[in-house]
C-alpha cells in the first residue's frame, strides 16, 4: 500500500513538472516585450497579497522543484515573496540530496517473494519466543526454503525478534495448553417480570465448553459459592486450576478452602474482562440466545428456562471452536454422508422444538420400511 501511494505521488509530481515544461516552452516563443510587460502585470497584482499579508498556500513538490530550477535564470532573491530565501535553499539541498540517493541507490538483492514475507511475520507473530535464526531454520529443514537470518530479521515486525524475546508466555496460551484441566466461572445478573434481580452463577470446562454447573440466587454469598464449587469438584475430580475475577464474593477463605480441595485458583487482572473470556463468551452466548427472548416470571421459571437451554447447549447446540462438535462427547454424532449435499437413503430429518420453539434440534431418523 505504501509503495503504491509513494508511485502515485511521483506519478502527480512528474506530471506537473511536465505541464511547467510546455509552459516554458510557450513562454519561449513569445516577444520579450509582451514578457516583460506580462511580468510587470503580474508584480503589480502580486503586490496587493503581499501588502495584505495574505499568507501563500503551501507548495508541493512539483512546486518546490520549479522554482528551484527557474532560480538559476533570474536574481531569484529580489523575487521571492512566498517563503524565506532560506527555505528555497532548503528544498534545493533537498533536491540534490534525493537526486544523490537515487543516483548512486546500490541496487543489492531483490525482495523476497510476498508470500514469503508474509510467512516470516506469521511465524513471528505466533511463536513470541523465537528469534530470527530460529525462523531461518525453521525454514530451511521443515519447508525447505533458504534464508539467512540476516536477511529474515529485515521482515520480522517490530518488537520481534532475538532482542525482544517475552520473559513467559501468553496468558491465552497458557489457559490453551491446560484447558483440559481448567474450571472458569463468573456471575451474571438478570431481572424477572417483576423487576427482581437474580444471580445466575456458572461454571463451565475450558477444554470442552461444557457447562458443567449453574444455580441462581438472590443473594450471593461466599459460603453459598463454595457449596457450589464442592458439587463441581467432586464430579470433575480431574479438574486442578480455576479461573475467576476479584469480585469481593470471591473472599479469601474461600479460596483457601479451593485450595485445600487441590484447586490452584487463577485470578484475572484489574479490568481485563478478556482474562476471563471463555466465561464471558458464554454469559454473552446465554443472553443472545436465551434470555434476550423470555422473561423469567420468578426464580423458579428462570431454573426451568436454564435448565432446557443448558441441556440444549451441552447437547444439542454445535460450537464452532470445537470443529465444529458438540461439548458433551458422550452424544453420538451420525457419520459424514458419502454424498455431501444428500439426505442418506431411507432417513429423514426429525426437529424436536428447545423453549418452545425458539430453537429447533434436527436429526436423522430411519423411515420405517
Same mark, same amino acid.
Not at 121 to 139: C, Q
Not at 162 to 175: A, E, L, P
Not at 251 to 277: F, H, Q, W, Y
Given at each position: 500500500?505504501?509503495?503504491l501511494?509513494a508511485?502515485?505521488?511521483l506519478?502527480?509530481v ?8 510546455l509552459?516554458?516552452?510557450l513562454?519561449c516563443?513569445?516577444s520579450?516585450?509582451a ?7 503580474l ?6 497579497y503581499?501588502?495584505?499579508k495574505?499568507k ?6 512539483a512546486t518546490?522543484l ?6 538559476r535564470?533570474i ?11 532560506d ?7 533537498k533536491?540534490?540530496r534525493?537526486f544523490?540517493s537515487?543516483?548512486?541507490k546500490?541496487q543489492?538483492?531483490?525482495?523476497l ?12 507473530e ?7 535464526e530460529?525462523?531461518a531454520?525453521e525454514?530451511?529443514? $521443515?519447508?525447505? +526454503? /533458504? ?7 529485515r521482515?520480522m515486525?517490530? *518488537? @520481534?525478534?532475538?532482542?525482544?524475546r517475552v520473559?513467559?508466555?501468553?496468558w ?5 495448553n ?5 474450571l472458569?466461572?463468573d456471575?451474571?445478573?438478570?431481572v424477572t417480570?417483576?423487576f ?6 456458572v ?5 470442552t465448553?461444557k457447562?458443567?454447573l449453574?444455580?441462581?440466587t438472590?443473594h450471593?454469598?461466599?459460603?453459598w459459592?463454595?457449596q457450589?464449587f ?9 479438574q486442578r486450576f480455576l479461573?475467576?475475577?476479584r469480585?469481593s464474593?470471591?473472599?479469601v477463605?474461600?479460596?483457601v ?9 487463577m $485470578?484475572t487482572? +484489574? /479490568?481485563?474482562?478478556?482474562a476471563?473470556a ?5 454469559i *454473552? @452466548?446465554?443472553r443472545r ?5 423470555l422473561?423469567?416470571l420468578?426464580?423458579v ?7 432446557e437451554?443448558?441441556a440444549h447447549?451441552?447437547k444439542?447446540r ?5 470443529g465444529?462438535g458438540i461439548?458433551?462427547?458422550s452424544?453420538?454424532?451420525p457419520?459424514?454422508?458419502?454424498s ?5 437413503h431411507?432417513?429423514r430429518?426429525?426437529a ?18
Amino acid at each position: 500500500m505504501n509503495t503504491l501511494k509513494a508511485l502515485g505521488h511521483l506519478v502527480i509530481v512528474a506530471f506537473n513538472l511536465l505541464l511547467d515544461a510546455l509552459r516554458w516552452m510557450l513562454l519561449c516563443a513569445r516577444s520579450n516585450a509582451a514578457l516583460r510587460a506580462e511580468n510587470l502585470f503580474l508584480r503589480k497584482q502580486l503586490a496587493l497579497y503581499v501588502e495584505r499579508k495574505v499568507k501563500a498556500r503551501r507548495a508541493n513538490d512539483a512546486t518546490r522543484l520549479t522554482l528551484v530550477l527557474l532560480s538559476r535564470f533570474i536574481a531569484w532573491r529580489e523575487v521571492l515573496v512566498v517563503v524565506k530565501p532560506d527555505t528555497l535553499i532548503r528544498w534545493h539541498r533537498k533536491g540534490f540530496r534525493l537526486f544523490w540517493s537515487w543516483k548512486f541507490k546500490a541496487q543489492g538483492r531483490p525482495r523476497l517473494p510476498a508470500e514469503l514475507r508474509c510467512l516470516i511475520v506469521e511465524l513471528a507473530e505466533s511463536n513470541p519466543t523465537w528469534g530470527e535464526e530460529r525462523i531461518a531454520a525453521e525454514l530451511l529443514l $521443515k519447508l525447505a +526454503v /533458504r534464508v539467512s537470518p540476516r536477511t529474515v530479521r529485515r521482515y520480522m515486525p517490530d *518488537g @520481534t525478534g532475538s532482542g525482544n524475546r517475552v520473559s513467559s508466555q501468553r496468558w491465552m496460551t497458557f489457559v490453551r495448553n491446560h484447558a483440559q484441566a481448567i474450571l472458569a466461572c463468573d456471575f451474571f445478573v438478570t431481572v424477572t417480570a417483576t423487576f427482581r434481580i437474580l444471580y445466575v452463577f456458572v461454571v463451565m470446562e475450558v477444554e470442552t465448553r461444557k457447562i458443567v454447573l449453574f444455580n441462581v440466587t438472590d443473594h450471593p454469598t461466599a459460603e453459598w459459592t463454595l457449596q457450589q464449587f464442592r458439587e463441581v469438584i467432586s464430579e470433575q475430580p480431574a479438574q486442578r486450576f480455576l479461573i475467576h475475577d476479584r469480585d469481593s464474593i470471591y473472599s479469601v477463605d474461600l479460596d483457601v478452602a479451593l485450595e485445600c480441595m487441590g484447586i490452584r485458583i487463577m $485470578k484475572t487482572p +484489574v /479490568r481485563a474482562p478478556r482474562a476471563n473470556a471463555f466465561c464471558e463468551r458464554l454469559i *454473552g @452466548t446465554i443472553r443472545r440466545e436465551c434470555l434476550d427472548f423470555l422473561i423469567p416470571l420468578n426464580e423458579v421459571h428462570l431454573r426451568r428456562i436454564l435448565r432446557e437451554w443448558v441441556a440444549h447447549y451441552n447437547k444439542g447446540r454445535p460450537h464452532s471452536n470445537l470443529g465444529p462438535g458438540i461439548p458433551d462427547s458422550s452424544v453420538v454424532l451420525p457419520e459424514s454422508s458419502p454424498s455431501r449435499h444428500c439426505i442418506p437413503h431411507g432417513h429423514r430429518v426429525v426437529a424436536r422444538p428447545v423453549l418452545g420453539g425458539l430453537h429447533h434440534e434436527y436429526r436423522l431418523e430411519r423411515v420405517a420400511a
